[in-house]
Each structure stands twice: as structure tokens, then as C-alpha cells.
């Protein structure tokens, strides 16, 4: 299957410079009857890097995410991973495979499988149906479900069903198994909402330990997690991009002052 | 973890316990049991518990469907008749020059239409082993199709239930019509023998009796091995969060696919017992209320345990045929009554009502 896509041979007129780093979104515009949900909107993410994204609600973050993932098709604009898979021609599945994981504003584990299962499901393997059928838990795969649940501190539940979990835990489980789908980035929202203090400066080690090898892009309101991990921040404002820089100079921008951080 | 699978689920053991006992003495009881001994179990009875066991076999297909993977169909009883036809196909065959006009080589109905020769869709189906495919491949290549535009269209939830109802619908109709060539409103009926086994024979019917408690038995373990696979987990994630599942990358709409192809062989092969033993197919088979019927026995079993769904298929079938003998005009009340009793009080059928007392003992 030829999922990848040659940008140059994608690019209006032909020429293109091949892009450099993980995650390339140019000029995306979204609207939902008349209403611009993202407008013109421009970002890149290197390979490697933690960046946050902040902005009031309605500011896009969300539809951003799902541009990403294929869940919404921009009207106008491009999105490129890496410098050779046009995200705008794959499904979500297949963008999935191409290695973006996704971990949801609300948490979405599969509620009547036990945390064992949810994190066998998200296991990088052949997905399809027939190997799926004949797939038996290896040795390797339990060591690195294993890990994982130590990790996110679930390895005394994992015969639990997903739906008896606290929703902080169901938090940790969800980025538990997009720890194990290995994906070369990772697009989460609001990872520490319902978490308590504890929970969230666990969370914000592991995604510092995360970047690095991986890209992450953090969606978060809780501005004092953001400040914790932020190397970089990006403020969306009406479907556009704010201001973007460290969190201090993001900070000291007049404008964001106005439309958000100063409310 | 630690207990063995067994263990784990008692209803299931129960059914093929249950389907081994039945298989072992009801021939023993009728064939080999005088008539006028209160332990004989007469030829009726044989037949009538043949027929609950190809419907809890359709039930079973059902419940892959719907309880492990969320996929209401509303059209199941197609793909029952479909299975049937092409049984019911081969036996008229069989009947030759038997038929009321002699006619050596076409059925009676034909004769009646003044119709020449055979139509290019009756050949083939002289022989068993041709009929037998067919038997899997109609219902299973209309399931494909019918799928294949459905899932990957993404048609979900109800929208999905009212093109499988409207997929029966149109069958019914298509079939009813006799220039279709399958005998229009009489069907297909008159048959005689099968393999050269008289089908009125009590013999034959108890052979008929064990073939589906095999194949109830043997579509159940292919279920269950189904939905204990990792697969069967997708299944259930796609159930319960189907976008969750397809950013995890599972291609959701070839899961459905498969399974309801499966499901929909299944169901074929429950029809094409079902016909030696009734007798008879014809387009009400088709009719959306069996569909419906069939989606009742799985709810008030217990639908996403599979041994309840050929459970409640007994218990339904069991109460139609003592309510249809005693108060005909009642029993589509009963089902509607049923059906709501179940869904308040009984959301996980006959199967979670078990499954609570156990807990609570």
C-alpha cells in the first residue's frame, strides 16, 4: 500500500522545497456553516519538539487536531508529515498507520474492555482483520504492555474493565496506549483536566521524557502545566495563529494580554 | 486470568451440553422408543425442535453482528430465506418426474407459467454439492455488496437498520413475483427426498435434527472463537467507540464487513436446514417481521453472550408455538410486549439475569 505521498509531485505548479522536520500545516482554513473555525492558519512543529498550544475556546484547537488526524477536511491549505506524506489525501486510519496518535479531549477508552485489552488494541502491529483473528499475545508484547502500564500506573488494573476507572486514571490509560501505538507524534488535548496535582506533574515528566524522541503537541487550559513543560507555545486566536515564541515572550505579547491571558 | 475458559463462561458450556444431550437421545427417543411408550418423542416433535435449533443459529449469526459489533440488522431474515432457496432449489430438483404434471424436466410451477425450459439461474442446482455453495455464497456475496457500499459510505444506526429492513422488503417483493422464476407466492414446496432420503421418513427428519444441533454447535464455536479472538475486541471497540477505534488505525469498515459476511453465511446455512425440515420456502420468509422476530429472540437472551441468543431463540419460539396453537391473534401483541419488557427491565436479557444471580449467590 503506498500511503506516502511525494510532496513535490503534490504541489500546486510543482515546485515545492522539501519539507524539513515532523509536522507542516500551511495556510488551512476550516468553516462549519459560514463560520471560520480556522482561518488561514500556519504552523510547523519540528521533529523532536513539545509544543503547547493555547486560545480561548473557539479559537480552533480542536478542529485543528482533527484536520490532522482526517477527521475534518480543510477547505483550503495543506498538511504535510514529514516531508513526503500529504496528510489531506489519507483516512484516519491510515494516518493513524503513518504514525500520528491521538489522545482525545475526553477521554475515549473502549469502556467495556479491561485496561489489558484497550492496551493490546493499541499494540503497533498488523491491524488488519485476518491478522488480527490469529494474533496471540507474545512474549515481547506483554513486556511492553508491561512497561507501559507501569509507566502510566495502571499495572495493578489491568484486568479491570476501562469503564470502573477514575477519570484521571482513564486520562493515564489513554496515553498509555498511545505510548504503545509508537507513534512519531503525538497530538493530545488536554491531558490533565480532571487530574489532581499529583497526577499532573506525573503527566507533565512524562511528556517532557515523550519529546525528544517524538514529536507532542499539548492542547491545555491549565496555564500553570503549560508553563511546567512549555518550551514552546503557540496561541490560536479565531482560527488563527496569535503569537508564537517561548512562554515568557508569548506572555509579554500585547496581544495575547488582550485576548486571553489578560481576561 | 487464572480460571480456565470454562469457567469463565457456564452459559456456553451449558448450550453444547444441552446440544449433545439432544443430539444423543432425541433420535434414540424416536427411532428407537415404541410409540406408545411415554418416553417416545414423536416425529412432530423432532421436527419442531429442528426448526427452533436452525433458528437459534440465525440467532447466533444475529448476535455476532449486533451484540459484538453494534451492527443492527433489521434484514437478517434475507439471507435466511436466501439459504433457503437455494435448498429449497436443489429439491425441487429432486422431485424429477414426480411432480403433479410429469414434466421431466421442469418443476411443477413452471409448467403451470407454460415456461419452455429451465432458466439459466435453475442449472446447476441437480446437484448437491453445487447447491451446497450456493447455500453460502448468495447470502454471503449479498452481504458483501450490501456491505461493502453501507460501511464504507459510513451508514450507521438506525439509517443502517432501515436499509437492511429495506433490503428484505424488496426481496419479499422481487420473490413474490412469479416471472422472477422461484415459484412466486406458493415458493418452493412438494419436496420429496434429499441425497435419495425420503424427507417424510422419520429417519430423515431425525438426521435433519442432528445436522443443525451440529451446525447450531459448530456456528457457535465459530462465533465465539471469532469474538475471543483480537479481532472479536476490535469488534467490540468498534461497537463502543468506532472513531476511537479508527484513530487507533483499525480499518473499521472491513471489521464490519467481515463479520457481517460471516454472520450472514451463518444465517444461509440455518435456512437451508430449516427448508427439508418445514417443507417449504416461499417469499414470506423475507417478510420484515421475521427479521424483527429474530432481533427479539437475541434481546431477550442476551445479546453480546451468543449462547443467550440461541437461548432466547428456544424460549420465543417455545411461547409462539403454544400461543399460536391456542390464541393466534395474540401472539404479534406478545411480541411487542416482550420485546418492550425486555428492553426495561431485562436490557441484558435471560443471559444478565443469570449472570446477576450468580453474583448475588
Not at chain 1, 154 to 173: F, N, T, Y
Not at chain 2, 277 to 291: C, K, M, R, T, Y
Amino acid at each position: 500500500m503506498n500511503v506516502a505521498t511525494s510532496a513535490e509531485s503534490r504541489a500546486p505548479g510543482g515546485v515545492h522545497e522539501p519539507h524539513e522536520g515532523a509536522l507542516f500545516v500551511e495556510g488551512v482554513s476550516v468553516s462549519f456553516d459560514g463560520f471560520k473555525a480556522l482561518n488561514d492558519l500556519t504552523l510547523y512543529v519540528d521533529h523532536g519538539e513539545l509544543r503547547c498550544l493555547i486560545g480561548p475556546n473557539g479559537a480552533g484547537k480542536t478542529t485543528l487536531m482533527d484536520v490532522i488526524t482526517g477527521k475534518t477536511r480543510p477547505d483550503e491549505g495543506q498538511v504535510f508529515f514529514g516531508d513526503r506524506i500529504d496528510l489531506l489525501h489519507l483516512t484516519e486510519a491510515q494516518i493513524a498507520e503513518v504514525g500520528i496518535g491521538r489522545k482525545f479531549q475526553k477521554p475515549t477508552v473502549f469502556e467495556r474492555l479491561s485496561v489489558r485489552d484497550n492496551l493490546t488494541l493499541a499494540l503497533k502491529q498488523d491491524r488488519r482483520v485476518w491478522a488480527m483473528l490469529r494474533a496471540r499475545l507474545s512474549g515481547a508484547e506483554r513486556d511492553r504492555m508491561d512497561e507501559a502500564a507501569a509507566q502510566i500506573g495502571l499495572l495493578d488494573a489491568l484486568e479491570r474493565p476501562a469503564g470502573e476507572l477514575s477519570h484521571g486514571q482513564k486520562q493515564w490509560l489513554e496515553i498509555g496506549m498511545l505510548l504503545l501505538q509508537e507513534p512519531r507524534l503525538m497530538l493530545i488535548d488536554e491531558p490533565v483536566a480532571g487530574m489532581t496535582r499529583g497526577e499532573i506533574e506525573r503527566t507533565a515528566q512524562l511528556l517532557q521524557d515523550l519529546a525528544g524522541e517524538r514529536s507532542v503537541v499539548v492542547v491545555e487550559h491549565d496555564m500553570e502545566f503549560v508553563r511546567s513543560i512549555a518550551r514552546r507555545v503557540t496561541v490560536l486566536h479565531q482560527g488563527h495563529v496569535l503569537a508564537e515564541g517561548s512562554m515568557a515572550q508569548v506572555q509579554a505579547d500585547p496581544r495575547v494580554i488582550e485576548v486571553y491571558l489578560g481576561e | 486470568m487464572s480460571l480456565p475458559s470454562w469457567r469463565r463462561e457456564p452459559g456456553g458450556v451449558a448450550l453444547l451440553v444441552v446440544l449433545g444431550l439432544l443430539v444423543l437421545l432425541v433420535p434414540l427417543l424416536n427411532l428407537a422408543v415404541p410409540a406408545d411408550s411415554a418416553w417416545h418423542v414423536s416425529t412432530y416433535t423432532v421436527t419442531v425442535l429442528g426448526k427452533y435449533l436452525c433458528y437459534a443459529l440465525a440467532a447466533v449469526a444475529l448476535d455476532l453482528v449486533w451484540g459484538y459489533c453494534g451492527i443492527l440488522s433489521l434484514g437478517h431474515g434475507a439471507f435466511f430465506a436466501l439459504g433457503g432457496y437455494a435448498m429449497g432449489m436443489y429439491l425441487m430438483r429432486q422431485i424429477g418426474e414426480r411432480g403433479v404434471y410429469g414434466n421431466p424436466l421442469l418443476p411443477d410451477f413452471m409448467v403451470f407459467l407454460n415456461w419452455q425450459e429451465l432458466p439459466w439461474y435453475w442449472h446447476g442446482f441437480d446437484h448437491f454439492p453445487f447447491a451446497l455453495l450456493m447455500v453460502v455464497l448468495v447470502p454471503g456475496v449479498l452481504a458483501f455488496a450490501f456491505g461493502y457500499l453501507a460501511f464504507r459510505s459510513r451508514v450507521s444506526g438506525v439509517y443502517l437498520s432501515i436499509i437492511t429492513q429495506a433490503l428484505t422488503f424488496a426481496l419479499m417483493l422481487a420473490f413474490f413475483r412469479n416471472d422472477m422464476g422461484f415459484g412466486g407466492n406458493n415458493g418452493l414446496t412438494d419436496f420429496k427426498d434429499l441425497l435419495g432420503f425420503d424427507l417424510q421418513a422419520p429417519g430423515t427428519r431425525a438426521g435433519l435434527f442432528v445436522l443443525s444441533a451440529l451446525a447450531l454447535a459448530g456456528g457457535y464455536l465459530v462465533s465465539r472463537a471469532v469474538v475471543r479472538s483480537r479481532a472479536g475486541q476490535v469488534l467490540i471497540a468498534v461497537r463502543d467507540a468506532e472513531d476511537r477505534a479508527r484513530f487507533l488505525g483499525y480499518r473499521v469498515e472491513y471489521y464490519k464487513l467481515a463479520v457481517f459476511v460471516l454472520s450472514a453465511v451463518l444465517t444461509g446455512i440455518a435456512g437451508a436446514l430449516y427448508v427439508p425440515q418445514v417443507g417449504i420456502i416461499n417469499p414470506s420468509e423475507f417478510a420484515p417481521l421475521n427479521s424483527i422476530e429474530m432481533v427479539v429472540w437475541v434481546a431477550l437472551g442476551g445479546r453480546g453472550t451468543l449462547y443467550g441468543a440461541a437461548a432466547g431463540a428456544g424460549v420465543v419460539n417455545y411461547l409462539k408455538t403454544l400461543l399460536t396453537g391456542a390464541l393466534p391473534e395474540v401472539w404479534l401483541f406478545f411480541l411487542g410486549a416482550l420485546f418492550m419488557l425486555v428492553t426495561v427491565a431485562l436490557p441484558l436479557g435471560l443471559a444478565g439475569l443469570l449472570a446477576r444471580r450468580r453474583r448475588v449467590a
